[in-house]
């Protein structure tokens, strides 16, 4: 089993920045790909970004030139870099990984935005 522990949210203002950390227990990132997601209140768990095992990134368009994800594979943490915020990025910030080793999700991190 692989654990993935989410810390970094808080309360923040709007066009001000967070750093989103996912703290996995084992080290799968030769293997497995890492996601961020978010679910806002009465919406649907969305996908933000991610990074592939050969350190290929995407991300949404919503957030495309204001979030990065990364990873520090010494530390076996993954990051996601949220610049520029917006109240409707309000939302809890969920870890995933997924692949061959399985998927897994972290119990998620809130985010609040204020205007």
């Known amino acids: 089993q692989v654990q993935l522990v989410e810390s970094g949210g808080g309360l923040v203002q709007a066009g001000g920045s967070l750093r989103l950390s996912c703290a996995a227990s084992?080290?799968?990132?030769?293997?497995?790909?890492m996601a961020w997601y978010r679910q806002a209140p009465g919406k649907q768990r969305e996908w933000v970004a991610g990074?592939?095992?050969?350190?290929?990134?995407r991300d949404a368009d919503s957030v495309k030139g204001r979030f990065t994800i990364s990873r520090d594979n010494a530390k076996i943490t993954v990051y996601l870099q949220m610049n520029s915020l917006k109240p409707e990025d309000t939302a809890v910030y969920y870890c995933?990984?997924?692949?061959?080793?399985?998927?897994?999700w972290g119990q998620g991190t809130q985010v609040t935005v204020s205007s």
């Open positions: 084992t080290n799968i990132f030769g293997i497995n790909a």
């Open positions: 995933q990984s997924s692949g061959p080793l399985g998927n897994y």
């Open positions: 990074i592939t095992s050969g350190d290929i990134t």
